[in-house]
């Protein structure tokens, strides 16, 4: 599979940066751009390397007014290329020049009050498909990490 633009529904399980690094060679050498890094894996346990360039690191890394990912975080990208190699783990990149879009489902660590509006209850939506395909994407990522499970937790956010 090489550069083909595709959707994903993942879990963002390492987050590195957003940094800024100087372009060496070609037309835009010594610009300045951002860069975002990432490891992110799915129900199934599959797991892939991500790479965000420019405006979208930027973004999806929480620079700026806009709210960027964090680890633990299901999130939904759009228009992304996706090359897979022999033996070696999916590599996931987005750029502006792809129209790469991240929207964030759920926040299974949720780090302040506001993060509440990323932890809806799933349990009200079982009968579509697309919140199914995410608490199923939230569990895996719990079972994962040693969390614990949406119905121990949701006492916790009672109290706030």
């Not at 633009?5 to 751009?33: H, S, Y």
């Not at 022999?86 to 993060?115: F, G, I, Q, W």
């Not at 349990?123 to 697309?130: K, Q």
Request: charged share 30%.
């Amino acid at each position: 599979m090489r550069g083909r633009k595709m959707c994903f529904l993942l879990a963002v399980l390492e987050v590195e940066g957003p940094d800024v690094i100087t372009i060496w060679k070609g037309r835009e050498a010594g610009k300045q751009v951002g860069i975002l890094k990432g490891i992110l894996g799915d129900e199934e346990g599959r797991v892939c390397k991500f790479t965000g360039w420019r405006e979208v690191a930027e973004e999806w890394g929480g620079v700026g007014e806009g709210e960027g990912w964090k680890r633990g975080d299901v999130v939904y990208l759009e228009s992304l290329t996706a090359e897979c190699e022999p033996s070696m783990s999916p590599t996931l990149t987005a750029s502006p020049n792809l129209k790469s879009k991240m929207t964030v489902c759920y926040r299974t660590m949720p780090h302040a009050h506001e993060d509440r509006a990323f932890r809806p209850d799933l349990r009200l939506g079982e009968s579509d498909s697309c919140v199914r395909k995410v608490a199923s994407v939230v569990r895996w990522f719990e079972r994962m990490a040693g969390l614990p499970g949406e119905g121990r937790r949701r006492h916790c956010w009672q109290a706030v």
